[in-house]
């Protein structure tokens, strides 16, 4: 099994910024192999993809967020990052992170949420 913990959700003004934190723990014996991304669900929507980093660094985002938000992995924490900046009013949801690879397995593992709450 595995284990995914999200904090560093609040709220925050439009414009600042927010630093989300995701630890795995548990079946994880090669952290620095997996993929990992973040994604978000507005109240009243489906959950939508924000951003994913692969195995060598690689990343990915949405168009929404491009420009604003960073994925990172400290390989020796396990640990995935969202450093958000300029946030708006729109950017407010729950953010869920997501481990879908590690290595040549692909799994689906899923954190609890934290919400991100920005205001005009």
């Known amino acids: 099994q595995v284990q995914l913990v999200e904090s560093g959700g609040g709220s925050v003004q439009a414009g600042g910024s927010l630093k989300l934190s995701c630890v795995s723990s548990g079946y994880i014996f090669r952290f620095f192999t997996c993929a990992m991304g973040w994604y978000r669900q507005a109240p009243g929507k489906e959950r939508e993809w924000v951003s994913r980093i692969s195995s060598d660094g690689g990343t990915t985002y949405a168009d929404s967020v491009e420009g604003r938000f960073t994925i990172s992995k400290d390989n020796h924490k396990n640990t995935l990052y969202l450093q958000m900046n300029s946030l708006k009013t729109e950017d407010t949801a729950v953010y869920y992170c997501?481990?879908?690879?590690?290595?040549?397995?692909?799994?689906?593992?899923w954190g609890q949420g934290t919400q991100v709450t920005v205001s005009s």
């Open positions: 997501n481990l879908d690879r590690c290595g040549s397995t692909w799994w689906n593992y």
